[in-house]
């Protein structure tokens, strides 16, 4: 069946809804959903796993108004565009917790395509305010790109009553982003591992300290880069002194750092890493248009598709690379039939890729015949890689043909749940790997590889 989505109704909803697509990509993003109710939720819903994001998106020009004065014109500016979007916010979380259904069409025929355990999602609330950039701008020489100051405490400060200071209850935090900004920390943080795992480190600094306050979101994912524990693997905001109670982050600091060499390096890096992005885009959309083959639901949770989706960017790079050089390699001979296959890890533990390639001279029959059969042979090259590295838990396998050879291709995808392994699985695909070899030739080559998130120049 055909998704019909919302691609938002103006144009900063239009901007965030694209914005969203290329982050948490299309299958999880939708745009003006609704209630039972007939009325809008929010104006944009994105689920991934456990994680529901939950975002509004508000615009007033009321701050162009330099005839008013600014701290009466900028508590009426905050009333119409933030408060009222905090307690609608938290209204639609606890809809979403009593199990309230949600829709993407106002004429409520067509439910919500993501199912949401109200028992284990996590919640994160976004607010988008437009409107204030010039009035920021102007109000401050120190204000560089016209970004509102954020402040999370458990009481308001008197001196954050100024124009464009937001005090936010860090008891019940939600995360505002503005006009600036919104385009960096989605650009920035454009997948689902690299966004979640960002908000979830921010509220555990809000958490963690009295107060925090920084004069730019973009100031504070600049704090973020810049401290990484190795023991979680993970970045982090705030510092390792346990003294601090307290955290502000000044004016400037992204400004500094988009102009250093290391953040060209990273974005000049990131660019193979798209591949990973259209690969999974693409079966994405089949899958809302109602054409994608096979017995996967792409919308019911596990699938191949949901598991590469995981990848931070930084290894999405890495799994482009090498998926390309694998595409270059492939042997040129006058074989009529030919296989390659690739083995690459995850950034998740227990966890790796099968990558296998076809090239058979002459296919009558391509939909009812070949394709059938390169599926069952990623099948078994699936289960040889479980039997080769027993501690893998997970093996998703993509197959496609040799595009040396073809102008035309499709891929296949499968995802093998393999934790638990029985005696008669491992001989049965030991049996059917008779005749593939997949993992027995003399002809395999290892590289070891440490793909970094932050590539020196």
Same mark, same amino acid.
């Given at each position: 069946m055909?998704?019909i989505?919302?691609?938002?109704?103006?144009?900063?909803?239009?901007?965030?809804?694209?914005? #969203?697509?290329?982050?948490?990509?299309?299958?999880?993003?939708?745009?003006?959903?609704f209630?039972?109710k007939?009325?809008?939720? #929010?104006d944009?819903?994105?689920?991934?796993e456990? $994680?529901?994001?939950?975002?509004?998106?508000?615009e007033?020009?009321?701050?162009?108004?330099r005839?008013?004065?600014?701290?009466i014109?900028w508590?009426?500016w905050?009333?119409?565009v933030?408060?009222?979007?905090i307690r609608?916010a938290?209204?639609?979380e606890?809809?979403i917790?009593?199990?309230?259904?949600?829709?993407?069409?106002?004429?409520?025929?067509?439910q919500?395509p993501?199912?949401?355990?109200p028992?284990?999602?996590?919640?994160?609330?976004i607010i988008?305010a =437009?409107?204030?950039?010039? !009035?920021?701008?102007?109000?401050?020489k120190?204000?560089?790109?016209?970004?509102?100051?954020?402040?999370?405490?458990?009481?308001?400060?008197?001196?954050?009553?100024?124009?464009? $200071?937001?005090?936010?209850d860090?008891?019940?935090?939600? =995360?505002?982003?503005?006009? =600036?900004?919104l385009?960096?920390?989605?650009?920035?943080?454009?997948?689902?591992?690299?966004?979640?795992?960002?908000?979830n !480190?921010?509220?555990?600094?809000?958490?963690?300290?009295d107060?925090?306050?920084?004069?730019?979101?973009?100031?504070?994912?600049v704090n973020?880069?810049?401290?990484f524990?190795?023991?979680?693997?993970?970045?982090f905001?705030?510092?390792?002194?346990?003294?601090?109670?307290?955290?502000?982050?000044?004016?400037?600091?992204?400004?500094?750092?988009?102009?250093s060499?290391?953040?060209k390096s990273?974005?000049?890096a990131?660019?193979?890493?798209?591949?990973?992005?259209r690969?999974?885009q693409?079966? #994405?959309?089949? !899958?809302l248009n109602g054409?994608?083959?096979?017995?996967? %639901?792409?919308?019911?949770?596990?699938?191949?598709?949901?598991?590469?989706?995981?990848?931070p960017?930084?290894?999405?790079?890495y799994?482009?690379?090498?998926?390309?050089? !694998?595409?270059?390699?492939?042997?040129?001979?006058q074989?009529?039939f030919?296989?390659?296959?690739?083995?690459?890890?995850?950034?998740?533990?227990?966890?790796?890729?099968?990558?296998l390639?076809?090239?058979?001279f002459?296919i %009558?029959?391509?939909?009812?015949?070949y394709?059938?059969?390169?599926?069952?042979?990623?099948?078994?090259?699936?289960?040889?890689?479980?039997?080769?590295?027993p501690?893998l838990?997970?093996?998703?396998g993509?197959?496609?043909?040799a595009?040396k050879?073809?102008?035309?291709?499709?891929e296949?995808f499968?995802?093998?749940?393999?934790?638990?392994w029985?005696?008669?699985?491992?001989?049965?695909?030991?049996?059917?790997n008779?005749?593939m070899?997949?993992?027995?030739?003399?002809?395999?080559h290892k590289?070891?590889n440490?793909?970094?998130?932050?590539?020196?120049?």
């Open positions: 055909k998704i989505k919302s691609t938002g109704t103006t144009k900063t909803e239009k901007l965030l809804s694209k914005l #969203c697509n290329d982050s948490f990509l299309e299958l999880w993003s939708y745009p003006n959903p209630n039972s007939k009325k809008e939720l #929010c944009l819903l994105a689920v991934f456990n $994680h529901v994001f939950i975002f509004f998106d508000r007033n020009l009321q701050l162009d108004n005839d008013k004065d600014p701290e014109n508590k009426r905050k009333r119409k933030i408060e009222p979007q609608t938290n209204g639609v606890r809809y917790k009593n199990n309230g259904k949600i829709y993407l069409d106002k004429d409520l025929k067509q919500f993501i199912p949401i355990n028992e284990t999602m996590v919640v994160h609330k988008i =437009h409107g204030a950039k010039e !009035a920021c701008l102007q109000s401050s120190n204000n560089i790109y016209g970004s509102l100051a954020i402040n999370y405490s458990s009481t308001d400060i008197d001196f954050l009553q100024f124009p464009y $200071h937001v005090h936010l860090k008891n019940c935090p939600v =995360h505002l982003f503005d006009s =600036h900004n385009p960096i920390i989605l650009g920035e943080l454009d997948t689902f591992f690299d966004f979640s795992t960002y908000l !480190a921010k509220v555990e600094a809000i958490k963690k300290y107060y925090l306050s920084y004069c730019g979101e973009e100031d504070l994912l973020y880069f810049s401290n524990n190795k023991e979680t693997n993970r970045h905001i705030g510092v390792k002194d346990i003294n601090v109670n307290g955290l502000h982050i000044g004016e400037g600091d992204w400004k500094d750092f988009v102009d060499e290391l953040y990273k974005k000049d990131d660019e193979i890493s798209y591949t990973w992005d690969l999974i693409k079966t #994405c959309r089949n !899958a054409v994608l083959g096979g017995n996967a %639901n792409l919308f019911s949770g596990q699938s191949a598709i949901l598991e590469m989706a995981k990848e960017r930084f290894m999405r790079r799994l482009s690379q090498k998926i390309i050089d !694998a595409i270059n390699k492939f042997p040129e001979n074989a009529k030919m296989k390659q296959l690739t083995f690459l890890y995850s950034f998740y533990e227990n966890k790796a890729y099968v990558i390639q076809l090239k058979v002459k %009558n029959d391509y939909k009812n015949e394709r059938p059969k390169r599926q069952r042979m990623l099948e078994i090259a699936c289960g040889a890689a479980k039997n080769k590295f501690n838990n997970k093996i998703i993509i197959a496609f043909d595009m050879f073809t102008d035309y291709n499709s296949d499968i995802l093998l749940n393999c934790s638990e029985s005696n008669e699985e491992k001989q049965y695909y030991e049996k059917c008779k005749s070899n997949f993992f027995k030739t003399g002809k395999i590289e070891q440490n793909p970094t998130e932050f590539p020196r120049p």
